[in-house]
């Protein structure tokens, strides 16, 4: 049995009916009704469809969808609506959360719904401890943060987590993976067992079937179309390229893209030396990896997400923590580690149901790799290769038969991938 038949098997499954047709239509507070509205929410996502007056009745909640299907609003929703009832000058909602881009969206979307609530914690690494206190002084009731961050505030007493009401694993899945689970497992220790659990996740990991097992009462498990494949609106293509060919062929995938475009490298040496030979290109581009300052890989997401660079190259750090509805194109310039990780890169377009492309380039021995992805998460990649115009032009054509095509001899202004 695989991983996700047996955790589908260990947590009751309920197959969800769309029937929500508008935010108005939830038995809300007035003031978040308006606030929703003033921020551009009115008809939900399939997720939040499903998620929402669940968490409203408060139950514990088993979520699994793919990337950019709105889990964050899903969550958020239920947590400002039991703020508003229950008034309390203690933290009564903590969402945890893999990495610090994501707990900064996660709180930017609080923001922008929370009206007269208080301000919420962020409780990360990299920004000022001071202000992360104050705010947990000031009365903040919602605490989003990461694990290790939470764990250090927890054991020195500067933050309460005995009042909790709702917690959220967001990205369950990734803080597993990044081996935050003995954290995960100390922070629930701390707050009060009698408390709404909602557990969102790209994915269905046998780690977090146990963790649903040993700490949820009863959750309703949802489940949105498959959780291992990018979702149907992205196009999937790579190129196989000689060794000398992968910074050319990004280079003439660049110049052909016009809107927002994500590179994943695989090293924080290779992304640094990666974002400094297109910016010699003339490219705007920015990079985030593990060491960056904070303040440097908020600067480079801010100016990607306004549209100030339209190349972010960055490591897997950013996979799960890039929430940016506009990016037109992924480019792996190079394989992830992990098959799992392919996905979750690829998920960073085509969300909320509009069109992507996701590119990937290899060479050599990664050609090898690539098929152990595409037959681990059942998937069909197109083989393309790039032929240039007389203007300087490309465009991608698909090839038949890869190897084969490997052989002919190039024509005059043809580039074989």
Do not use: W
């Amino acid at each position: 049995m695989d991983c996700v038949s047996e955790c589908t098997s260990r947590v009751p499954f309920r197959k969800q009916i769309h029937k929500l047709t508008q935010f108005k239509e939830l038995p809300l507070n007035p003031a978040l009704q308006n606030r929703l509205d003033a921020a551009g929410f009115t008809t939900p996502t399939p997720v939040q469809d499903a998620t929402i007056p669940h968490g409203l009745a408060g139950k514990d909640i088993v979520a699994t969808a793919q990337t950019g299907t709105g889990k964050t609003l899903a969550f958020l929703v239920p947590a400002i609506e039991r703020l508003l009832k229950n008034p309390a000058k203690k933290p009564q909602v903590l969402v945890l959360v893999p990495t610090r881009e994501l707990a900064m969206q996660v709180h930017q979307q609080f923001e922008n719904l929370r009206g007269k609530l208080p301000e919420a914690a962020l409780v990360i690494g990299g920004l000022s401890e001071k202000r992360q206190i104050e705010t947990l002084r000031r009365g903040a009731r919602l605490v989003v943060a990461t694990p290790g961050r939470l764990e250090d505030l927890h054991s020195r007493k500067l933050v309460d987590l005995r009042a909790i009401e709702i917690l959220v694993l967001d990205e369950a899945d990734r803080m597993l993976d990044m081996g935050f689970l003995p954290a995960i497992k100390r922070i629930i220790a701390a707050v009060p067992a009698q408390r709404q659990t909602l557990c969102f996740s790209a994915t269905m990991p046998i780690g977090i079937a146990e963790l649903v097992k040993q700490y949820m009462r009863s959750p309703e498990r949802i489940s949105l179309g498959s959780t291992l494949k990018p979702a149907t609106t992205v196009e999937l293509q790579a190129f196989e390229v000689g060794p000398t060919e992968k910074l050319d062929v990004l280079r003439q995938l660049l110049y052909n893209e016009k809107g927002q475009t994500l590179v994943f490298a695989k090293t924080k040496r290779g992304t640094e030396r990666l974002a400094k030979n297109l910016a010699r290109d003339g490219f705007n581009v920015g990079m985030i990896h593990g060491d960056r300052t904070q303040a440097q890989r908020t600067r480079a997401l801010a100016d990607f997400t306004e549209g100030k660079s339209q190349i972010l190259v960055a490591t897997d750090v950013a996979a799960r923590g890039i929430d940016v509805s506009d990016i037109a194109h992924v480019i792996n310039y190079d394989l992830p580690q992990v098959a799992e990780d392919f996905i979750h890169r690829v998920g960073r377009t085509g969300r909320a149901g509009q069109a992507g492309k996701a590119s990937t380039l290899v060479t050599g021995v990664e050609t090898i790799e690539l098929r152990h992805i595409e037959r681990t998460m059942k998937l069909k990649i197109e083989r393309r290769k790039v032929i240039a115009g007389d203007e300087g032009e490309f465009r991608a054509k698909p090839v038949q038969n890869t190897l084969a095509s490997r052989t002919l001899s190039r024509l005059p202004g043809e580039v074989f991938v």
